[in-house]
């Protein structure tokens, strides 16, 4: 796919220099057609075009965003989304998201089962968040923390914070 991608290349740059000797409805017409063959070449694979980009870092984060983040972790729990949010940033700063957080502890699918670069198993907490606290939100607070201890001694756990716009 690439090698035809850099021939359609080649030819297109040869083409551009010949350009000059015809009409404008000729150069319409011819750059329309490469524009549609070029756009079906990037539909049937976005990561085939990536070195056509001139701007590298514009490359990298097309490839980036053109991976589905449930593709990458296909075997996140149920319930939990790639896009949801762990912790939420200051005003200004951006929240981390579960996928921000898997590919920062170098994540990987291994069996079927989320594991980190040490190969522990993740597993996902989320704590009770409240906007007006429930009259016995201590001993609730009491048993999420006695949980979340004991599966930080088999797991490695990732914590889902609270929305600050609730509290």
């Not at 699918?109 to 009770?128: H, M, N, P, Y």
């Amino acid at each position: 796919m690439v090698e035809t991608l850099r021939a359609l290349h080649t030819v297109v740059v040869e083409f551009g220099n010949r350009m000059r000797n015809y009409s404008y409805a000729q150069k319409l017409l011819l750059s329309a057609s490469l524009f549609l063959i070029m756009g079906s070449l990037a539909l049937a694979n976005p990561e085939g075009l990536k070195w056509f980009y001139a701007d590298p870092q514009r490359a990298e984060s097309y490839a980036a965003n053109a991976s589905s983040p449930s593709k990458r972790f296909n075997c996140l729990p149920k319930g939990i989304r790639a896009d949801e949010v762990v912790s939420y940033g200051p005003k200004g700063v951006e929240s981390v998201t579960v996928e921000k957080k898997l590919l920062e502890m170098k994540a990987r699918c291994r069996r079927g089962k989320l594991v980190d670069a040490r190969r522990r198993e993740i597993r996902f907490f989320r704590t009770s968040c409240w906007g007006n606290p429930p009259p016995d939100y201590l001993e609730i607070r009491q048993r999420e923390d006695e949980e979340l201890v004991r599966l930080k001694k088999r797991y490695t756990v990732i914590v889902f914070g609270c929305n600050p716009m609730i509290q």
